[in-house]
C-alpha cells in the first residue's frame, strides 16, 4: 500500500486566496483524521471523520477553514480566504476505527506571504 | 478531557548515551497508549504501543512501559545513536469506534556524534 497520500507537499499562496489541501488514505481505513502542526502551537487536531462523516470538528480554528470527505478515499481541506497566520504543515491520517494507531502522510507545508 | 503532558525540550545527548523521555496523561478508564516518531520533512510514525497497564511497547532499541498508578509512559533507550535525532510525540487514544488520538507538544531529540 503506497500509505496516506496528501497534495500538494508544499503550497505558496497569497494572503487572501483559496487554498485546498488533499488527501488519499489508506484503502480499507474509515478514520480519517486533519492535524496542523507549527512551532508555537504544535500538533492540533482540527478534524476527524468516522465513514465519511464529520464527527468532531472543534479543532478547525474559524469559519474559513472547511472539511470534506465525500467518500472513502479522499478528503479536502480548504481554507478561505488564507491568512498568513494559516501557514503551517497540514497533517492527514487514516485509521482503522477504534484501532488507536493512526498513519500519517508526509504533509502539505503551506505558507501564506 | 483526556490530556498528554511532555517533558519540556529539546534534548540534547551525546551518541551512545542513555535517553529518558518523560510522559504523563490524564484520561478517563484505560486509554492506549503510543510513542510516535518525526523524522525530518516527514509524517509522524509510530513507534511502539501499549494497550493496557504494565504492558512494555519496544521497537528499534526504545521502550516504554504502561504504568496505571503513575499514569506515565516514558520512553526510554539504553544507547542512542545520530539517526535518532527526530521529534518525539506522546499520545493516547481511547477506545470506541470514535476514539481519536490525543498527542503531546513533542520533543525534540538532536543526538550528536
Known amino acids: 500500500d503506497a500509505g496516506v497520500i496528501q497534495s500538494p507537499r508544499h503550497e505558496v499562496t497569497e494572503m487572501g486566496q483559496e487554498v485546498t489541501l488533499r488527501c488519499k488514505p489508506i484503502?480499507?481505513?474509515?478514520?480519517l483524521f486533519w492535524y496542523r502542526q507549527t512551532m508555537m502551537r504544535g500538533l492540533e487536531l482540527l478534524i476527524y471523520f468516522n465513514n465519511n462523516v464529520p464527527i468532531d470538528d472543534s479543532g478547525m480554528p474559524e469559519d474559513r477553514f472547511s472539511a470534506k470527505m465525500p467518500n472513502a478515499s479522499f478528503s479536502t481541506l480548504k481554507i478561505q480566504p488564507s491568512e498568513p497566520r494559516d501557514s503551517a504543515v497540514y497533517f492527514c491520517a487514516s485509521s482503522l476505527a477504534g484501532a488507536g494507531k493512526a498513519f500519517f502522510g508526509q504533509g502539505t507545508r503551506l505558507t501564506v506571504v | 478531557g483526556d490530556s498528554v503532558t511532555q517533558m519540556e525540550g529539546p534534548v540534547t545527548l551525546s551518541e551512545e548515551a542513555f535517553l529518558t523521555i518523560n510522559c504523563t496523561y490524564t484520561?478517563?478508564?484505560?486509554?492506549?497508549l503510543f510513542w510516535y516518531v518525526q523524522y525530518p520533512g516527514e509524517g509522524l510514525q509510530l513507534l511502539l504501543k501499549?494497550?493496557?497497564?504494565?504492558d512494555k511497547g519496544s521497537n528499534k532499541g526504545f521502550e516504554a512501559t504502561y504504568r496505571k498508578e503513575t499514569t506515565s509512559f516514558h520512553l526510554e533507550k539504553g544507547s542512542v545513536q545520530v539517526s535518532d535525532s527526530a521529534v518525539y510525540f506522546c499520545?493516547?487514544?481511547?477506545?470506541?469506534?470514535?476514539?481519536?488520538?490525543?498527542f503531546g507538544k513533542g520533543i525534540t531529540l538532536s543526538v550528536r556524534p
Open positions: 484503502s480499507g481505513h474509515n478514520s
Open positions: 501499549a494497550t493496557k497497564a504494565d
Open positions: 499520545a493516547l487514544s481511547q477506545t470506541g469506534a470514535n476514539s481519536k488520538l490525543t
Open positions: 484520561a478517563t478508564g484505560y486509554p492506549s
